[in-house]
């Protein structure tokens, strides 16, 4: 308005008007045609705009169940961890062969005693209990013993069944050869195979009882529950947990009657198949004065040395394939035998050697 009252006291005020009059509709007529191209353009920007948002949805979509549907089939190729107790869901067999030398000096005359025992075991898997506990059959298939005492020759061996009907002691043997062991396998708190119970141990001693009776206190004292637990417990103590590469296996075995043995045993895992082993062993003699053996000890005291041995591992197959042990017992015994009290130095030695295999072993 200001610029139209200014120019409307001029000369020239038709030709301005008539100039404004031109270029104000012309103006509006142009800013309605930018309007439109401006909206037409804003128009086209948000169909664009939301073309590209459209497209980046799918693509996300896309991309999302392309990832989900990889993760899926890596997840089902991913193969399923493996038990803990994979090692025994296959039979496998066991050769463990012992050579011992035992040198004992009674009344200043030394007596030396030679053997080698030959055990093959084959272990079959029974059930599983829990996640953390499994049963698995320990069956004795043969035995082969060779043993010199003084000079006597004792040879057995129960796959031949030839030379085994000839042998005076062919009938225990051939009810330890019956003999079978159901072990109750778990996990302790630091992720390694224990063994928790042993049965079938009552049975085995009947079995070998009925051959000699007189034997059968001194069985029922070795056979015992607690002693076949340890006895067995070699069988898995070096193979290691997923995160463990030092650990020790402490045990003690209480035989009534006859003394108790500490063990206590170290083991060092290089990361890939071998475990070093060391080893040590005391006996104390029995605390108590009651004996049902046909003998007595009455005091005991043996320590080892150079207890050292090797573990080969396959973690894969979860068990031990090969095991080596060498250690030295010494000391003294005083035994009772017969009413008379005997004075014994002790020196034993003692190297075992274990293998596992798939397929049967034999004893020689």
Known sequence: ????????????????????????????????????????????????????????????????????EKKTTTEEKKPAEPTWYRGFEKPFFQKVVTDTTQKFTVFNQAVEQKQKQTFIYKYTFVKKISDDEVEVQQAIQNIAMDINIGGNNINIDTSDESKLSANPMADFFKALKKSTLTLKLGLNKEKMIEVRGVSGGEQMIENLGISNQQMKPLLQVILSESALKQMATPTFAALPSSDKKDWERDSEMKLDGIGTYTIKNKYKYDGDKKVAIESSMSYAGPTSSESKLPFKVESGELKSKDGKGEATVNKTAGRIESQSMSITLEGKLKILISGQSTDVDVVQQQAMKSETSDAELKTK
Do not use: H, N
């Not at 038709?14 to 930018?34: C, E, R, S, W, Y």
């Open 1 to 68: 308005m200001t610029l139209w009252r200014w120019f409307s006291f001029s000369l020239s005020s038709a030709l301005l008007v008539a100039f404004l009059g031109f270029t104000i509709p012309a103006q509006g007529q142009q800013d309605k045609k930018d309007d439109k191209k401006t909206e037409e353009k804003k128009t086209e920007e948000k169909k664009t705009e939301e073309k590209k948002t459209t497209e980046e949805k799918k693509t996300t979509t896309e991309e999302k169940k392309g990832t989900e």
